[in-house]
């Protein structure tokens, strides 16, 4: 109903990461869009006010990705840029949480509108 995806069927509660997934595999193939595009709302409605997904540089990463490749959120994806920058480490690493654990390199792909 609300264009989610759970990682396993009936045992874990809809979240953006595997709807973030979902979404940019349906929509590189252009297969099944009417759910990629749902999944896509719930990604937009699901952001923080800090512009990421759960203080998560990883999911923050995946909801971009699922975004531009659907070619919806052009504010989302900004204020999740900023987000990135924001939490940035000095070596270029992100902690996968933000403040917590240590740190891991991301590529980002160019993301301009």
Request: glycine content about 8%; some cysteine; aromatic content about 10%.
């Amino acid at each position: 109903k609300s264009g989610a995806w759970s990682r396993l069927r009936d045992e874990f509660p809809f979240e953006t990461e595997p709807t973030s997934w979902a979404v940019a595999v349906l929509s590189s193939r252009r297969t099944a869009i009417d759910p990629a595009q749902k999944g896509a709302d719930f990604i937009i409605r699901d952001q923080q006010s800090d512009g990421s997904w759960n203080r998560n540089a990883a999911h923050t990463g995946f909801a971009m990705i699922a975004l531009k490749n659907m070619e919806k959120g052009a504010e989302p994806v900004k204020k999740a840029l900023a987000y990135l920058a924001s939490v940035r480490q000095q070596d270029g690493g992100f902690q996968r949480i933000s403040g917590a654990g240590d740190c891991y390199s991301i590529h980002l792909l160019c993301f301009s509108h």
